[in-house]
Structure formats: C-alpha cells, structure tokens
C-alpha cells in the first residue's frame, strides 16, 4: 500500500519535472533568455517568505509558498497564458481545470483533493494567503522587467492602462509592497520611455491636474487610478503631488493653474475645504474632487462648488464615474480645422483664443507650450464654428475661450496665461454680461 503511495507521489514529481520547459514571457534579468515556470515559483517562493512581513494580513507563509509552488502546474498541460493575451483569458479557466484534474489526480487521493484545493483558493483570491500569492506573482514579473529595461513589455506593445489594470488588486496582498513596486518598477519605465505607451490623442492636449492630500498612501493611490483611466483614454495630463493645504497655497498661481484638484478633507493646518474656498475666492472653473474617509462634509462640499466626492475606502469603483462626470463637465472636445500648417485636429479647451490679422486667423493653443496656427479664414467664421465651446467674441480681432478668461474688467479681458486683451467700450457692457451669464451656468 505504502509502495503505491509513493509511486503516485513520484509519478507526480516526474511530471512536474515538464514545468521547466514552459517558458514565460518575461526575461531573466540578463535578458539573454526568457525565464521559465518553475524558475518563476522558485523566485515567487522565496520572495513570500521573506517579505511576507509586509502582507496587509497575517498569512500562514508554509500555505502561501505551496501555493505559490503549484498554482502554475496546471500549464503543464493548458500552457502559459501571457497576462496581457485577452484572447487567450477567455479559455484560460476550462483549460486549467482539465489540466488540474490530470495532473494533482497523479497523487494520492488525499495530497490531490489538498493541492486541488489550495489551487482553488489561489485562483478564488479571497483568501489573505491568495491576495498576497496574487501579489507575489504580480510583483515578480515587474521586477524582471524593470530589470531587463521593459524589454517584454516593449516587445508586446504593452501599455500603462494595461500593467495597471493587471495589478488593480495587488495591493490588496500587500500595500507596502504595491507602493514599493509602483516607484521602482513602474515609474521609472514610465519616465524614460522604456514602455509603450497609450496611443495619445490629437496634438497631445494637456490636462493640469493636482493631488493634496497629507498621506503618502492615498496621494500615490489616486495618481495610480488616475493614471490608469487617463492612459485607458488616452488622455495626457501633467499630475503634481502636495502634502499639504498649506504646501499646495504656498504659491499664488496654485489657485488657477489646474483643471482639476484632487483635495483630502482633514488635512492639518489648512484642511481640504479651506483650500477649496481659497481656489474658488479666486476662479470656479477648476474641477474641486473632495476626498474623503466620512459623508459628513456634504454641505461644505457644495459650498465651496465641488464636483464630486470620492470616499477612501470606494476610490477604484468612484474614480472611473468621477472622470466621466468631469470630463463632460468640462467639455474637452475636438474641432478640426485646416491650417497653414496642415490639417489638424485641435481640443477647444486649450484653444486660448483667436486673433484676426490679415486676412488670417491665428490660434493661440496650449500645448506643453503656446502654440500658433494659422489659417485663411474670417473670424466670423471661426465664431460661428466655436461659439458652443464657450468663445465669446470680444473685439473685431479676438475671439477668446471664456475658460481661459481670469477677469474683464477696465476695458480688459485678462487672461489666464496673463495676456490682456481689449474690449472696445461700445462692447463692454455686452461682453462683460455674457461673461457673467457663462461663469453662473458654470
């Protein structure tokens, strides 16, 4: 009896002696050569023991390890499905099943139920032991390709929206360990382009958002969702990080330079709604996101005219609705116009505004830096075609954005870049009520 136990439990290590020769889409960190399956739960395995210290949960390390050592066994027979092969997920569950079937029946009907079912609770990811395998085996891969200059995810075309949606609950095994992960491995790839990334839309239009918030945790957990519904819509935008109310006031332009401001409520010395009636003393078209852990700051949110609250412990369900309603609200919108230059397609919102010079309309544009079209065209054409983006024709030469308009007043439209542009007397009046009326609607 003892000798047909063992001979199913050596047919078992026969067989799994095939994980070797499955090979992964990652590279070693040499990347000389790809790594394959068993090399990738030997590494996963160590780093669990060693960093399970840092498991948001307190985890039984022997049953995380041997989950870690068994969950990709079933490939054996399903083959390695790469992370990103969407077509390759929908079948991925029935052929893993088959595959665990097979090979954990080779063992003794005990030790096959036992490892049958901790592939389960992996697979489930419910469990503490499962979030922090799942993290493990999230974390593993980025490592080596941070290691290897993203060659993999060069190679695969492999975008940002794309890695993070992968990782969207690893920070569910280990928070620490996410954080960690993001500044080393993600980050830096990001910034030197070693990745590709989102196909961006025309012109590259540029959105100047800020986080406020006094914890670091939060701060980096907003950029990573922000970045991930960005990058999903292929939107590019500029994020700056401040730890503080005070922080974010210290300098004066911080009240009118950005297009949304992500602001945590109790924040010490100058708390999240102080800071937004500072913003909206001075402009309301900036979008106000309150983040908070508690509903009881509804009604100063109101006051101080934010758009949204997102609660801390629901941002990855609100922050995709959040955006949504922002970006309608703030009407980023394409027009497409044939220029001087060649044909291009523009966002409205960083059309500054158009002036009307010999025979030529010139549109001033926001890009990283201002920008200037030109086309034969009258401006009362141009007037015609963007007076329901909210321009308002404030002189025979300029058609300007109200978006952009800080303030009219003493015969001058000031802008928000600093630019004074004039409004005739006999037009003031006029211009100056139509102004009005478009910072009410907004």
Known sequence: MEERRMDRQFDFFREIDKEKFIERQTYLTDAARKENDAEHAWHMAVMAILLSEYSN?????????????????????????????????????????????????????????QFRELWEEFESGETAEAKFAHAMDHIQPLMLNAATDGKSWKEHGIRLSQVLGRNRNTAEGSGQLWEYAYQKFIAPNVEKGRRIQEHKRSEDAMLAIAICDDEKYYRDRIYILLREYLDGHGITASVEHFSSGKEFLLKRENLVKYDIVFLDINMEDVDGIRTAQMIRDYQSKTCIVLVTAFMSYVLEGYKVGAVRYVMKDRMEDQMPECMDAILKKMQLREAAFSFVEGEKTLYTDNILYVESRKHKCIFYYMEKEMETYQIYEKLDRMEEKLSEYGFLRIHKSFLVNMKHVRWIRNYLAVLDCGEELPVPRLRFTKVKEAFTAYKGEI
């Open 57 to 113: 949960e307190k985890i039984d390390v022997l049953k995380t390890v041997t989950m870690l050592l068994i969950h990709d066994l079933v490939e054996i027979d399903a083959g390695d499905t790469y992370a990103y092969d969407e077509e390759g997920k929908k079948t991925k569950r029935v052929r893993e099943e088959a595959a665990a079937d097979r090979i954990f029946g080779l063992l003794p009907d005990d030790q096959g139920e």
